[in-house]
């Protein structure tokens, strides 16, 4: 069983089904990198109505992805997170990166605060020099905003994780303590931050109706596809409806599709689920599983097995999940306003 593609389905023909947009989608969140990758996920890209993607790419592969995808990509600065001084990374390395991100044009800077950033140093979460509070940090953004872009932050993570591996708080903060870090931010900012994966919180539309209440700046993308499938689906879907239709014009539409050569390579024993691709076929629905869901999540009234296997099932509840099993995907059929909205004229009126 392959974990993007559980069902066997067939996902260039399923593309066919979707309803006709009259206009492309906008992909605000992705990690596109790899020349064969790149093509492979044009393709399916393509196939899916998506006419513009945003790309946290790796400064040294712009030109690659640049080359194969030509003005269907835009460019989101991110640090160099192959280096193995990852306070500097995001420091004074991400101070020198971020106007060679503005020469290809990026328009946002990415401030990456997941939890698991606080392993980077020994100090606990309350002192810790990553925080998106600390003074190198907004030293970046200073930088960014001189440059005239605006910010992207990834900030929490699945409530599934800080019930497992964020179980020490002293270490990473509560879920909680990251939002009260990031409203600080938000003041301190005020130009336009899209926050990643649902803001951090899928599994609490409340939480995140406070958010946008309180800071007008603030705007969420629908990103990283398995984990927005497992808590979207968990909650009704005339909630779900109501949450996107009250902050229409506020939410973005993302995948956090990552494409790699190494998908094209990697042996079956890599234990790295998404890895597992080993054939252009495996890349391709690897990448196009995400449209599919998404879509399908979004548009249809769908209500049935997610195909593509989510492995928090297992971490949270090993004895009744593997690796290889997914949750149920409902989908919450928004209505076309509030669908094109999302997928398009959002994004085109913050980031044109
Ligand atoms: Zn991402």
Not at 102 to 113: C, D, I, Q, T
Not at 324 to 351: E, K, M, S
Request: net charge negative.
């Amino acid at each position: 069983m392959k974990p993007a593609n559980r069902l066997s389905l067939n996902y260039q023909t399923l593309a066919r089904e979707f309803r006709r947009l009259e206009y492309p989608i906008i992909d605000v969140h992705s990690h596109i990198q790899g020349q064969e990758a790149t093509a492979i996920y044009s393709r399916a890209a393509e196939e899916h109505g998506i006419g513009l993607t945003y790309s946290m790419t790796p400064l040294k592969d712009v030109p690659t992805v640049k080359r194969v995808l030509g003005d269907r990509i835009e460019f989101i600065s991110i640090p160099d997170f192959s280096s193995k001084d990852r306070r500097s990374a995001v420091g004074e390395g991400y101070k020198r990166q971020l106007p060679e991100f503005r020469k290809h044009g990026a328009k946002v800077a990415k401030f990456w605060n997941a939890p698991r950033i606080y392993e980077a140093s020994d100090d606990p979460f309350v002192t810790s020099p990553f925080r998106l509070n600390a003074p190198e940090r907004l030293e970046c953004m200073k930088v960014a905003q001189d440059l005239g872009m605006i910010f992207m932050a990834h900030v929490g993570d699945p409530d599934t994780w800080f019930q497992t591996k964020y179980q020490d708080a002293n270490k990473y903060g509560t879920k909680s303590d990251q939002y009260e870090v990031f409203e600080e931010v938000l003041d301190t900012f005020t130009i336009p931050w899209i926050a990643a994966h649902m803001g951090g919180s899928p599994e609490d539309l409340q939480r995140l109706s406070g958010l946008l209440e309180r800071h007008s700046n603030l705007y969420l993308d629908c990103s990283a596809t398995k984990w927005i499938v497992r808590e979207l689906s968990k909650h009704r879907p005339e909630q779900v409806r109501a949450f996107f239709t009250r902050w229409k014009g506020r939410l973005l539409f993302g995948s956090d599709i990552v494409t790699s050569d190494a998908h094209l390579t990697a042996n079956s024993s890599t234990t790295e689920m998404d890895a597992k691709s080993s054939s252009a076929e495996d890349a391709y629905d690897l990448y196009a599983s995400r449209y599919w869901a998404l879509r399908t999540l979004l548009e249809t009234d769908y209500e049935g097995p997610s195909p593509i296997a989510d492995p928090d099932l297992h971490l949270v509840d090993p004895h009744s999940f593997t690796p290889l099993d997914a949750p149920i995907l409902r989908g919450c059929a928004l209505p076309d306003d509030v669908l094109r909205a999302l997928y398009r004229d959002t994004a085109q009126t913050l980031l044109r």
